[in-house]
């Protein structure tokens, strides 16, 4: 199979601090991992598209300097809220896929962020 | 990235045979079409791919006319854990390739 972790499953911060969020491929390895967000009720918005060994490409309209990505090693790419306030609270989803034609994308259990 | 139009929700019954249709007119050529269900406050879970004809796998089929503008996934005998949101994706095959959310449909299994 292919399997995606996410974790922490939850988080509560203050307002102004910063949240990150790891985002594992634990039984493959990913150049390509994609971050996103979903608001209740919602459908879920594409923020960026991570990229192993290089820059991180956002959507338009997420701040790059907010929403901090890095894709350090082929099994993890991280998300870091900088700065959290109140309406960057939401459940953030990370997906990758082993192989698009035979398995899809592979979405982590996602992170409620809460920022209080 | 093609754009997805799916009914907003949808009600059934258990046991019966739901189906679920995702019209993409600007499919591309090299587009799969795949779906996924998502339950509250978890990830989407893959469900179905296919790229032309019928896929058929243990939980689910996918009906893709011929010129592959619509597609329709079909739920057998649904149960009550089938309720959820159902997202009909659209992209292109290199692994590298995003996908761009729709609205998705929300199944409502009554018993």
């Known amino acids: 199979g292919a399997v995606v972790s996410q974790h922490p499953s939850w988080v509560i911060c203050k307002s102004g601090t910063s949240v990150k969020i790891e985002c594992r491929s634990l039984d493959f390895q990913a150049t390509t991992m994609f971050w996103y967000r979903q608001f209740p009720k919602q459908s879920l918005m594409l923020m960026a598209t991570s990229n192993e060994g290089s820059k991180a490409t956002y959507e338009q309209g997420v701040e790059k300097d907010k929403f901090l990505i890095n894709h350090a090693s082929l099994t993890l790419s991280t998300l870091t809220v900088t700065s959290a306030h109140p309406e960057d609270s939401s459940f953030y989803i990370c997906s990758a896929t082993r192989d698009r034609q035979t398995y899809g994308y592979t979405f982590g259990s996602g992170t409620r962020l809460t920022v209080v | 990235l093609a754009k997805t139009t799916q009914p907003i929700s949808m009600d059934s019954y258990e046991g019966q045979e739901v189906n679920i249709t995702c019209s993409h007119n600007n499919i591309a050529t090299n587009d799969y079409i795949t779906w996924y269900q998502q339950f509250p406050s978890q990830g989407p879970r893959f469900i179905i791919q296919?790229?032309?004809t019928k896929v058929t796998n243990e939980v689910a089929s996918l009906f893709i006319p011929a010129d592959r503008k619509s597609s329709t996934l079909s739920l057998p005998r649904v149960s009550l854990s089938d309720t959820a949101v159902y997202y009909c994706l659209v992209g292109d095959q290199t692994n590298a390739g995003k996908s761009t959310f729709g609205d998705g449909t929300t199944l409502t299994v009554k018993p």
């Open positions: 296919g790229y032309k």
